[in-house]
């Protein structure tokens, strides 16, 4: 029982996702302080507020609205969102393009060789063991068999 608890936890995607989240909790944290203790007041300098938008607040009825705390919570988050956005997600977005473009070009030229069948003469892949159109069994072309492996096979 306390093996494959130990297994769960010495996997690498668990603690690479227990260090994302204690990273993003002290990012949220400096994000916060920097749009509390810039953006905030600037607003409510721009509105001709308090100086601290924060604290901003009405009344209805006996019951107070503080409105002022979900704005500044509000520009906290976009200001985080953006910033992983294109500090993290637009980055990590191209290294990936990268990556599965070359993969997928090596795919379209693997299955794009073609040759003719020696039976019936009609193009069949390179790769194929037997015609789909006169069903006779070919010998594949062992260039294309040799690309077609798996890189690690290779």
């Not at 993290?88 to 290294?95: E, I, L």
């Amino acid at each position: 029982m306390l093996s494959g608890f130990k297994e769960f936890i010495l996997r690498g995607n668990v603690i690479s996702m227990a260090v994302g989240l204690a990273v993003g909790a002290a990012f949220t944290a400096v994000v916060t302080g920097f749009s509390n203790a810039f953006i905030v007041p600037l607003i409510g300098v721009i509105t001709r507020g308090t100086g601290d938008f924060s604290k901003a607040e009405f009344e209805l009825d006996g019951v107070n609205f503080p409105y002022g705390l979900f704005i500044s919570a509000a520009i906290a988050f976009l200001i985080t969102a953006s910033v992983l956005y294109f500090c993290v997600v637009v980055p990590m977005s191209k290294v990936q393009d990268r990556f599965t473009a070359k993969k997928d070009q090596e795919a379209i030229d693997i299955k794009a060789a073609l040759r003719d069948c020696p039976r019936c003469y009609t193009e069949i892949p390179a790769i194929a063991s037997r015609c789909p159109h006169c069903t006779s069994e070919v010998e594949p072309d062992p260039e294309a068999v040799e690309l077609a492996k798996l890189p690690a096979q290779r």
